[in-house]
């Protein structure tokens, strides 16, 4: 079955850098596009980063664009994002999820991951 | 950026009632090409990640119960819940899928009345 595994995530100071993984099984990796959604604590979701199936095309949310970057790696059926120069306000769970249904980019998130927690606090 | 906006904020209903959620977009999620909205439906229980149950705005996903049904096209959409059972309590979000920032609603809490 599909599963979707997030780490990395963990207590870090405002302006540094955390990596958050995504190890992916039980579906075909390289044919999906994927998705990372996070959720502040007690509060609604958000759309984070998509990254195309062939890793070509990748798009952010305004509230990351320029500090976070979504990338994947087919041999290790894993997905990442990099966070960088990092806010409170970025404290959050976040989910990685597939886009199910096909190849395209555009497309719910089928399956998700149970999440991981990134707490962003001096 | 396309805003989603979803009503009510919370509603409590009887059990074996129906439960009606509203979710507008700030423009068409019809294609253009196509017969399809971009608009999926998840459900999300306290401590669990979201789980997919609508999308293309009217197509259920697999194991989903029949009591869940979505409708709606091109900025006016519903989810409904038939007959409210305990296990439905959650908080609901709708999705836009249109285009980049994909954009989520605001969530609709559903309680028990």
């Known amino acids: 079955q599909v599963q979707l595994v997030e780490s990395g995530g963990g207590v870090v100071q405002p302006g540094t850098s955390l990596r958050l993984s995504c190890a992916a099984s039980?579906?075909?990796?390289?044919?999906?596009?994927m998705h990372w959604v996070r959720q502040a604590p007690g509060k609604g979701l958000e759309w984070v980063a998509v990254?195309?199936?062939?890793?070509?095309?990748?798009?952010?949310a305004d509230s990351v664009k320029g500090r976070f970057t979504i990338s994947r790696d087919i041999s290790k059926n894993t997905l990442y994002l990099q966070m960088n120069s990092l806010r409170p306000e970025d404290t959050a769970v976040y989910y990685c999820?597939?886009?199910?249904f096909g190849s395209g980019t555009y497309l719910p998130l089928e399956y998700w991951g149970q999440g991981t927690l990134v707490t962003v606090s001096s | 950026d396309i805003v989603m906006t979803q009503s009510p904020d919370s509603l409590a209903v009887s059990l074996g009632e129906r439960a009606t959620i509203n979710c507008k977009s700030s423009?068409?999620?019809?294609?253009?090409?196509?017969?399809?909205?971009?608009l999926a439906w998840y459900q999300q229980k306290p401590g669990q990640p979201p789980n997919l149950l609508i999308y293309?705005?009217?197509t259920r996903e697999s194991g989903v119960p029949d009591r869940f049904s979505g409708s709606g096209s091109g900025t006016d959409f519903t989810l409904t819940i038939s007959s409210l059972q305990a296990e439905d309590v959650a908080v609901y979000y709708c999705?836009?899928?249109?285009?980049?920032?994909?954009?989520f609603g605001g969530g609709t809490k559903v309680e028990i009345k």
């Open positions: 999820g597939n886009a199910g």
């Open positions: 039980g579906f075909t990796f390289s044919s999906y596009a």
């Open positions: 990254i195309s199936y062939h890793g070509s095309d990748k798009y952010y």
């Open positions: 423009q068409s999620l019809l294609s253009s090409s196509s017969t399809n909205n971009y």
């Open positions: 293309w705005a009217s």
């Open positions: 999705q836009q899928y249109y285009t980049a920032p994909l954009t």
